[in-house]
């Protein structure tokens, strides 16, 4: 509608319309970018490991080492794990959009889970064995933030924790990118932590003047 009423007078009162909406109604846009503050520490996961129960260990273990998403976790069907030579799992994920992709995890994390939850169908299981829901595992990674960080967590944190340590370890972003399920423009949108050093502005006017 407004492609076709263009320089129209229609068009000029659906602007202004639109305008008034707006002041009344503001939509909060999400924050894109994610602050290094709110990340999780790795003496922050030693600790869930050290203090938390079984169950919470093996899902914030699985987050912080793949970076899942709680819909990629709960969504794991043992069937789609297969050993690889090197002391690694291979999991098949369908993820967000149903984008297919496949992650690693290391063999002594995965056993650890599975001796965990023991699921008949799914990596992770309900006490009464049925899959979980992405909700429960949000209600799961809350409990840990309060419990034994003293602070409010989501499992998608332990996503942006992941990624930004990969980038900031050097990996190349498109693989990074891939192994996360998203594009490398979100990557570098969305985890690229500007880190500027003021002084560098001096000295590059001081080059200028030497």
């Known amino acids: 509608m407004k492609k076709a009423t263009i320089g129209t007078e229609l068009g000029l009162y659906i602007d202004a319309f639109r305008k008034e909406l707006n002041q009344v109604f503001p939509i909060k846009v999400p924050?894109?970018?994610v602050s290094e503050a709110d990340l999780v520490t790795l003496s922050e996961i030693q600790r869930i490991s050290k203090f938390g129960t079984a169950r919470q260990k093996a899902i914030s273990l699985f987050l912080?080492?793949?970076?899942?998403?709680?819909?990629?976790?709960?969504?794991?069907?043992?069937?789609?794990?297969?050993?690889?030579?090197?002391?690694?799992?291979?999991?098949?994920?369908?993820?967000k959009n149903e984008k297919k992709r496949n992650i690693v995890i290391p063999i002594s994390l995965f056993q650890q889970i599975r001796q965990t939850f023991c699921g008949?169908?799914?990596?992770?299981?309900?006490?009464?064995?049925?899959?979980y829901k992405p909700h429960a595992i949000w209600k799961i990674v809350s409990i840990i933030g309060k419990k034994y960080l003293g602070r409010d967590i989501y499992p998608h944190l332990f996503r942006h924790t992941f990624i930004t340590d990969m980038i900031r370890s050097g990996n190349d972003i498109g693989a990074?990118?891939?192994?996360?399920?998203?594009?490398?423009?979100?990557?570098?949108?969305?985890?690229l932590h500007s880190s500027l050093d003021r002084?560098?502005?001096?000295?590059?006017?001081?080059k200028i003047c030497a």
């Not at 970076?67 to 291979?90: H, Q, T, Y």
């Not at 990074?176 to 985890?191: C, P, S």
């Not at 002084?199 to 001081?206: E, L, Q, V």
């Open 31 to 33: 924050r894109t970018r």
């Open 64 to 95: 912080y080492t793949t970076g899942a998403r709680a819909g990629d976790l709960v969504s794991i069907k043992l069937k789609d794990c297969r050993p690889l030579d090197n002391n690694l799992m291979e999991i098949k994920l369908l993820g």
């Open 120 to 131: 008949y169908i799914y990596l992770f299981e309900t006490v009464n064995k049925i899959q």
């Open 176 to 191: 990074v990118a891939e192994f996360a399920g998203n594009t490398a423009e979100v990557i570098a949108r969305t985890y």
């Open 199 to 206: 002084s560098a502005i001096t000295r590059r006017f001081d």
